[in-house]
């Protein structure tokens, strides 16, 4: 196990949200909040009463007017002209669980207004990413006069200058980086290419905008546009964009609405990742229960099940639909599992380099990714996993947060057959014999960045907590904070010494259960080390005092919900 362990590190607000405890007893006091709650929120940024109000309670009514989007209208106007021309439409979308939310809200919202459309999701083993020409050939036999990319496009140069010699219209929706060039479609919608209120939009945020365009160009009554939130939640979160003021306000409200069950693939979902019916989901349960299941349609199955799961309408259907994409996520998990057992030992022979380059010829392509971000996790630096098909090398890569990985990429792009992505999460491919000059240019890329020592990683933690704190009101005043995600990070805490009073080691060691007690007053709380078992094996835990870095939350345990504390780290303090 990589002994680069996390430095830990109290937040400050950001100078212009800092507050004194008399305007953080003011506010709290208005809002009808606690100052903890307050302070919580200055952390974020926020530094007036009017900010907090509507980070807590941030209704649709903040959305900014549809023609603030650049090319929002344009593209519906072409939609309004092809729906009433006859022409027929398909969408074309991505195979994860933003492209497949995206995809099932267009077909969605159109069977609503009375239109029927067609949809294409390539094989990710088949094609991979984005447009290719056989898909488009396909469309075109069937009479696609217009094809509208979402969560894809930008990048298909050639593909859709094809689309376009068959006389077929396109509209390119996407959220990722643009290269230098961009498609000859007739309109391109694309936060990333400026001027728009947010750059951060998902991909299914894209299209959700669009068909808020369409549905008021339209004749006849107009849909409920609200009603196709859930998924532009489902989407967004899984997508790990941002969580800015106007996804905020698109995935709390659609959080609402799958905690109403409305859609019956959604609650499907729920029932099979053993949630109750009513139960209210947060960004975490889409993470780890519902957005796996999705994901594992398209990772190692067909990802058409999980768009007729979300379009099913009938709820036995819909079970039936959610058992099929449970399986294939056990499946999945069982292959992750064996591949990071494989990885790890890898990694572990490589501890010597700064950044880490992964490689097997039988490791699933689908599933790499989430390896990688285990490996990233583990071993605190950089990761790049290969694995071969069709005779070349296909990788993904994970970063941590102080470097950027696409900027690593382009410093290798000698070796490299194709490559794409962001700071933090990127593909590539190449050729088997570049794999060499891959690693050394890489380690060479990180050094660069990060130093020949790279600083350890520093874990931030939001307040100190004591465990008498602790309570039902606290941990519901901490649900007004969600959605977390991407710049708005669940809050952390730090305890005061701690005693433990006993622990076990289960599900094969992997994770650690600890009952600590607060040695200022003697609370006792149940804590949990997920994944971190390995680690304190051999530490007599119970000899001396420590810390934690820990989450509060609701836990189910034993068949009962109760008080849990989700430990980040350990400190032991002798």
Wanted: aromatic letters at 6%.
């Amino acid at each position: 196990m990589s002994d680069n362990r996390p430095s830990w590190r109290l937040k400050t607000p950001p100078p212009e949200a800092a507050l004194s405890q008399a305007q953080q007893l003011r506010i709290a006091q208005r809002l009808e909040v606690s100052p903890l709650l307050v302070h919580l929120m200055s952390l974020r940024g926020l530094s007036s009463e009017e900010e907090m109000d509507k980070f807590l309670s941030p209704g649709l009514r903040y959305l900014h007017s549809l023609d603030k989007w650049p090319d929002i209208e344009t593209g519906a106007n072409l939609l309004r002209e092809a729906i009433e021309g006859g022409r027929k439409i398909a969408v074309w979308g991505d195979y994860d669980v933003d492209g497949i939310t995206a995809t099932a809200l267009v077909k969605d919202f159109m069977a609503v207004r009375g239109v029927d459309i067609v949809h294409y999701i390539p094989d990710r083993l088949d094609f991979g990413y984005g447009l290719h020409q056989d898909g488009i050939r396909e469309l075109f036999d069937k009479g696609v006069g217009l094809l509208l990319t979402v969560d894809c496009g930008i990048a298909n140069i050639e593909e859709i200058r094809g689309a376009k010699a068959l006389g077929m219209q396109v509209i390119v929706t996407d959220h990722h980086l643009p290269g230098q060039e961009l498609p000859e479609a007739d309109v391109i919608i694309n936060p990333k290419l400026g001027g728009w209120p947010s750059a951060n939009l998902s991909g299914v945020g894209v299209g959700f905008l669009l068909m808020g365009a369409l549905n008021r160009l339209l004749p006849g009554p107009p849909a409920d546009i609200r009603d196709f939130l859930d998924l532009v939640a489902l989407g967004t979160v899984a997508d790990v964009v941002p969580l800015d003021d106007q996804n905020r306000i698109l995935v709390k409200n659609g959080l609402l609405l799958i905690k109403e069950g409305r859609r019956p693939g959604i609650q499907a979902l729920k029932e099979i990742s053993g949630m109750a019916p009513e139960e209210g989901v947060g960004t975490g349960a889409i993470g780890f229960a519902l957005a796996p299941r999705i994901n594992a349609a398209g990772r190692i199955g067909d990802p058409d099940l999980a768009v007729r799961l979300l379009l099913e309408k009938d709820r036995d259907e819909a079970r039936h639909l959610a058992e099929q994409l449970d399986k294939l996520n056990t499946k999945r998990k069982l292959e992750e599992q064996r591949i990071l057992e494989e990885a790890i030992t890898q990694a572990e022979s490589q501890l010597h380099l700064p950044g880490l380059v992964l490689h097997s010829e039988h490791w699933h392509s689908g599933i790499i990714g989430i390896v990688a971000s285990r490996i990233v996790e583990r071993f605190h630096r950089p990761c790049l996993i290969l694995t071969k098909e069709n005779g070349i090398f296909k990788g993904s890569g994970r970063s941590t947060p102080s470097f950027d990985l696409y900027q690593a990429l382009l410093a290798c792009k000698q070796c490299l057959y194709k490559f794409g992505g962001h700071r933090q999460a990127a593909g590539l491919k190449l050729e088997p014999f570049q794999l060499s000059n891959l690693k050394d240019l890489f380690a060479w890329a990180v050094e660069e960045q990060l130093g020949a020592n790279p600083a350890p990683p520093v874990l931030e933690l939001d307040a100190e907590l004591p465990f008498s704190l602790i309570d039902h009101t606290f941990l519901k005043e901490l649900e007004l904070l969600q959605p977390y995600g991407q710049g708005n990070p669940r809050p952390i805490f730090l305890s005061p010494p701690l005693k433990v009073l006993r622990h076990r080691f289960f599900s094969q060691k992997k994770h650690l259960e600890l009952h600590l007690s607060d040695t200022t007053d003697g609370t006792s709380m149940r804590a949990v080390a997920w994944r971190q078992g390995e680690r304190w094996q051999d530490t007599p835990l119970e000899k001396q005092p420590l810390k934690i870095a820990y989450t509060p939350r609701m836990s189910k345990f034993n068949g009962l919900l109760q008080m849990e504390l989700a430990v980040q780290d350990i400190l032991p303090l002798e």
